[in-house]
């Protein structure tokens, strides 16, 4: 890759040394911070993305939000930036290897390392929930491992806000696919749940050397993430304890509900593990995974008497405990047996005078039943407020939270969740969805420096100043702002005053050939020539790809001050043609030819024979400048996929996929019902012909 940003500096402050690595959304560098005089990773956002103002709202929101971050294994937040040419992130530099290319490099690691990791980990996932931050993207290539056994978690918030843009399920996905929860895979509400299945898969990673699922491609991957249960982590590698494998499993059931309700839930039990590795847990009993009674034997293999497979027990008392109660001699329990018969004729007695007297209040009185908890996630605060079925059975505790896809005033979180039974009274913890305002940036050309200022504070944006040379604006007069004159920025955004301090005794040349070349070279052209970018003003009407210089005022060869700004006219790439693609997943498992049909917009535009044995995709390229198409793909006139290539964004929204059922599947078998075959469409539960209304909806959504 020609690299633009190597050999460069940002904001006059991090110095670019070289490319470490690419992620799907940025680019990550090693730079070095001449003020603090350290070594920092800069993660650059990728400029596909930069014209997307809904993805740029989030990347803001959410860069502001991860700097609350700070733990010891979390990767460090130290500046981020949100300017019109360039977004980034600086953080601490890592000197480590991931942890996958651990698992790589040794296989199945031991498990009490595994549990060194997980907890490290688990703390870490633990600060952010409790920061409202889900990190969504939980996988061995975001973790980092220094030399001194210390795990640092990265990519915190970037993952965030990876749901609402365009995510295809190709084999570019399945980095990603192998450890996301059933209900991302779905496209559903995401919760922190999501954050511990992805734990548990990098769990049960670490100590068999495999993925719980492996499939061909991305999309078979997800669907059993969403179906399919995993081989059971002991069948694969023996020497893992029963108490490991059943908090792995734990953490990945399908049902949210059915997991560890919080990272530090699952890091009591497996600092409990820690300290006893014997310890068995008694998950299985409201587990979604289908109940496994020779599984269960396996569990209680070792275990005197065999009595931890035993329904009744109660894992809450620790086995030692139990050995010892077991052990009492025969005399002391008739001891202590006698003591409470005595005990107990005595209560008897009062009880019963108690009784008598207090009859009647007993039989009249209310029972004070527990209820249960309603599902408030999803509703407005002040719909709750107005209904008195929740403020007289409950007490509310609000925190305020930020999730820039839901409205103001909605309920992200609550605790206890929906369907717990509690107490009347209960005091319910809330997350209420906050908003950040944003305002434009106003023009202040040729403002004094005190009335921008006012002016800037009207608009609840807080500002700073710096002095530049200019040929024509008045010292003290301002000449423009950075960002520049209206962009939508954060209200509180920090707005810099290039102030006038008259012509400069040194003169130098505008460059020349600006004209042409992308905005970032043409940024980096003039700070060599010791001149300053003006405003930028974005034409939408030009075809010139995103981003690539118009025009530069002063123009090219000028002579002006040194410390000059120029003002730069930029394509916004909203009238260039963009040439769009996306590969179709073909169903898995089908051996023979289909017939496909690709609609545009309604219009029948392709027909194709496929077969999946020999192509596991098919690719739609499609071009355009502005606006949208909606894009349908049939096989043998079955509805299978909706894709929308967005020619604004530059970027491909595959919806729903659909199953696909073989015409020979649907055939309707007339020839008797003596075989008992029960599975022909058209029949009914007791063999009788029936409507078809059991039948498979061959549309089904699958992802």
Same mark, same amino acid.
């Given at each position: ?407 103001? @005033? ?5 605790? $206890?969740?929906?369907?717990? *039974? +509690?107490?009347? =009274?209960?005091? #319910?913890? !809330? ?44 010292? @003290? ?5 950075? $960002?520049?004159?209206?962009? *939508? +920025?954060?209200? =509180?955004?920090? #707005?810099? !005053? ?206």
């Amino acid at each position: 890759m020609d690299d633009k940003y190597v050999g460069k500096r940002l904001d006059g402050r991090y110095e670019i040394h070289q490319l470490i690595g690419v992620g799907g959304m940025a680019y990550v560098y090693k730079a070095y911070d001449r003020i603090e005089g350290r070594w920092v990773a800069i993660k650059i956002l990728k400029e596909e993305f930069s014209n997307n103002s809904d993805f740029l709202r989030r990347f803001r929101n959410e860069a502001k939000a991860i700097t609350l971050l700070s733990h010891p294994n979390i990767v460090e937040v130290f500046d981020v930036s949100f300017g019109d040419r360039i977004q980034y992130i600086v953080m601490e530099f890592v000197d480590g290897i991931t942890l996958k290319e651990y698992i790589e490099q040794e296989g199945a690691i031991r498990w009490n390392e595994a549990v060194h990791f997980t907890v490290q980990i688990l703390r870490a996932l633990e600060h952010a929930h409790s920061k409202g931050i889900i990190h969504r993207d939980i996988k061995p290539q975001n973790i980092l491992l220094l030399q001194n056994g210390v795990v640092k978690v990265g990519d915190f918030g970037i993952a965030r806000f990876l749901q609402s843009e365009t995510q295809t399920m190709t084999d570019k996905a399945i980095g990603s696919v192998h450890y996301i929860a059933p209900e991302q895979a779905r496209g559903d509400y995401i919760t922190d749940k999501v954050d511990i299945y992805s734990l548990g898969v990098m769990l049960y990673e670490m100590i068999t050397g495999k993925l719980p699922f492996e499939a061909d491609n991305a999309v078979s991957v997800a669907l059993m993430q969403l179906q399919a249960n995993p081989v059971m982590p002991r069948e694969i590698n023996p020497s893992v304890p029963r108490g490991l494998e059943q908090i792995t499993m734990h953490a990945m059931e399908k049902n949210p509900i059915d997991r560890f309700q919080s990272a530090g839930e699952m890091l009591d039990d497996l600092e409990r593990f820690r300290r006893d590795p014997n310890t068995i847990f008694r998950y299985d009993a409201s587990a979604s995974i289908p109940y496994d009674r020779s599984r269960n034997e396996r569990y209680a293999q070792g275990r005197s008497g065999n009595r931890y497979a035993r329904e009744e027990y109660d894992d809450s008392y620790e086995y030692e405990e139990e050995l010892v109660r077991s052990r009492r001699s025969a005399k002391g329990a008739m001891v202590v047996k006698g003591i409470v018969a005595a005990i107990i004729i005595v209560l008897l007695a009062v009880g019963g005078v108690w009784l008598v007297n207090n009859w009647e209040k007993l039989t009249t009185r209310p029972v004070d039943e527990p209820i249960e908890m309603p599902q408030l996630e999803g509703m407005l605060y002040q719909d709750l407020l107005a209904n008195p079925e929740y403020t007289e059975n409950f007490v509310f505790k609000t925190t305020e939270g930020n999730d820039p896809d839901k409205a103001s @005033g909605e309920i992200l979180r609550q605790n $206890p969740k929906a369907g717990i *039974m +509690v107490k009347k =009274g209960r005091e #319910v913890e !809330l997350t209420i969805n906050g908003t950040i305002l944003q305002v434009e940036v106003p023009d202040l050309a040729n403002y004094s420096q005190a009335d921008a200022i006012d002016v800037l504070k009207s608009y609840n944006l807080n500002c700073r100043s710096e002095n530049v040379a200019d040929d024509e604006i008045e010292v @003290g007069k301002v000449v423009t702002t950075d $960002p520049a004159p209206k962009t *939508m +920025v954060d209200e =509180g955004t920090v #707005v810099t !005053l290039k102030v006038s301090k008259g012509p400069a005794q040194q003169k130098v040349q505008v460059p020349n050939n600006l004209v042409g070349k992308l905005v970032y070279d043409v940024t980096a052209a003039l700070e060599d020539a010791k001149l300053q970018v003006g405003g930028i003003t974005y034409d939408d009407n030009s075809t010139q790809p995103k981003d690539t210089v118009l025009s530069t005022n002063p123009a090219s060869g000028s002579t002006v001050s040194e410390g000059s700004t120029v003002d730069i006219v930029v394509s916004s790439g909203k009238g260039a043609v963009k040439q769009l693609s996306y590969s179709v997943p073909l169903p898995v498992g089908v051996d023979r030819d289909i017939r496909l049909s690709v609609y545009r917009n309604g219009t029948l535009v392709e027909e194709n024979t496929v077969n999946p044995i020999y192509n596991s995709v098919y690719a739609l390229e499609f071009s355009g400048s502005s606006g949208s198409d909606a894009v349908v793909v049939e096989l043998d006139g079955q509805m299978y996929v909706e894709v929308k290539f967005d020619y604004d964004a530059a970027s491909v929204d595959p919806g729903a996929i659909y199953t696909y059922t073989p015409p020979e599947d649907n055939n309707v078998d007339n020839g008797g019902g003596d075989d008992g075959d029960s599975g022909d469409v058209g029949e009914g539960d007791n063999g009788s012909e029936g409507s078809g209304d059991e039948d498979t909806d061959p549309y089904e959504p699958v992802g």
